[in-house]
């Protein structure tokens, strides 16, 4: 099916007709008037084989990609709940475990809400974690793969076998992690290896022979603060080197970046650019990236909105274009340029932390996703500018997976 996307400002650019075929951006050129042909010779109307979506002017982006995400805790749809949390990992995953079966809705039901949200606010790439322990064995799982099964057409959907109670504590972690592999998950996942584990050999001997076993991915929760953070990256990334799994390593918040001292930081940074671990972000407060020289680095860095008003917060909206503003803020941006940039991470940056061999981001100012050639992932977003749609966050949204509208005006189509 051809496409055509008529008066449409490709990165707040000029004006133009982008006509989507085969999945892909196959044209771009001036615009043209109503019942003209558009760019690339393609006919409009849908009696010559192409459907005309009219633009009206609005923002032309790469689709969002959320790249950590949890759907299976979701509460988003439900009555509201106090937050009941008490401080620290092993406690609120404690209290998750004590409530989560209490939710008015199953699992599957939980993730396929938020997953068609997040679909109808612009994200069509996720990669989600979804909880595998000896509580809930493969539940949550099948779940967020029930939530997938039903968008499949919709949107790409990663799924990770996520550890969250590690792997160490309790017996028969590692078997229920390994199961959920065998069942076909996409990625796995790792948790404070010396926090929460403390052993982070045995932990990352787990999850890297995992890895290695079943050909997939990792990607790794890393809440640890300072040095002890440093400790767990530098451990991670000689895993990294030794196996030859660069460009397959993901490391998660990274929180204890923000603490470290230049010198160190930067060595750190550099280490990971050449060994092309990405990183993952949900823009915490107080312990943001430092994105510019990661990006510097030519590091893959990624958007997610983490937990979505669950058992472990009270935020998140399923909306990725409410989490680049967040980015932006915690970031302390100002500047067009760079709150450009957290568009570009929320967007194809996360992309290519799903799938290394996708574009990225070459600079700060790099804007790729909108060229021929380039996969028909897109959202139109309203506003005067980029910079403008981020901090309005409007809803006049038609979004785009494969080269057709999945979703408009925050509606599933």
């Known amino acids: 099916m051809t496409l055509v996307l008529r008066n449409v400002r490709p990165w707040g650019g000029d004006p133009a007709d982008v006509t989507l075929d085969g999945g892909v951006v196959a044209a771009v050129g001036p ?21 005309v979506v009219e633009g009206r002017g609005r923002i032309l982006l790469p689709s969002f990609s959320d790249v950590h995400v949890h759907l299976d805790s979701t509460l988003l749809g439900l009555p509201f709940r106090p937050h009941t949390g008490a401080p620290g990992v092993w406690n609120m995953m404690l209290n998750d475990r004590h409530n989560w079966r209490g939710a008015e809705a199953t699992v599957a039901e939980r993730a396929t809400l938020t997953l068609g949200a997040m679909i109808e606010r612009g994200t069509t790439r996720v990669r989600s974690y979804a909880q595998v322990d000896v509580d809930a064995g493969l539940e949550r799982f099948e779940g967020v793969l029930a939530a997938r099964e039903a968008h499949r057409d919709r949107a790409d959907v990663a799924v990770i076998a996520f550890p969250q109670a590690g792997l160490l504590r309790e017996a028969g972690s590692a078997d229920v992690l390994e199961e959920a592999l065998k069942l076909g998950a996409d990625v796995v996942g790792g948790i404070d290896p010396c926090a929460l584990d403390r052993d982070p050999v045995r932990h990352l001997d787990i999850v890297f022979g995992l890895a290695e076993k079943y050909s997939v991915p990792v990607d790794i929760h890393l809440h640890e603060p300072g040095q002890l953070g440093l400790f767990s990256a530098q451990l991670i990334l000689e895993r990294t080197k030794a196996l030859g799994m660069q460009g397959l390593v993901t490391i998660s918040h990274g929180y204890g970046l923000a603490d470290l001292p230049a010198g160190q930081l930067q ?46 917060s009270p935020y998140g909206n399923a909306d990725m274009l409410d989490r680049t503003w967040q980015l932006a803020f915690t970031s302390k941006f100002r500047a067009d340029e760079l709150i450009e940039h957290c568009v570009a991470v929320a967007t194809v940056g996360g992309s290519s932390v799903i799938d290394p061999a996708a574009k990225r981001l070459t600079s700060v100012a790099d804007r790729p996703g909108l060229s021929v050639g380039d996969p028909a992932e897109l959202v139109l977003v309203e506003g005067d500018t980029v910079t403008a749609a981020v901090m309005d966050r409007l809803p006049g949204r038609t979004v785009i997976h494969r080269g057709r509208v999945v979703a408009d005006g925050l509606q599933l189509v």
């Open 31 to 51: 615009v043209t008037p109503e019942g003209a042909a558009p760019a690339g010779g393609a006919v409009a109307g849908s009696a010559a084989g192409a459907e």
């Open 267 to 312: 060595e750190l940074i550099e280490e990971m650019g050449s060994l092309d671990v990405s990183m993952a972000t949900i823009a915490p407060a107080g312990a943001p990236l430092p994105l510019q020289q990661l990006a510097a680095a030519g590091i893959r860095v990624g958007l997610g909105q983490d937990g979505q008003r669950d058992y472990w």
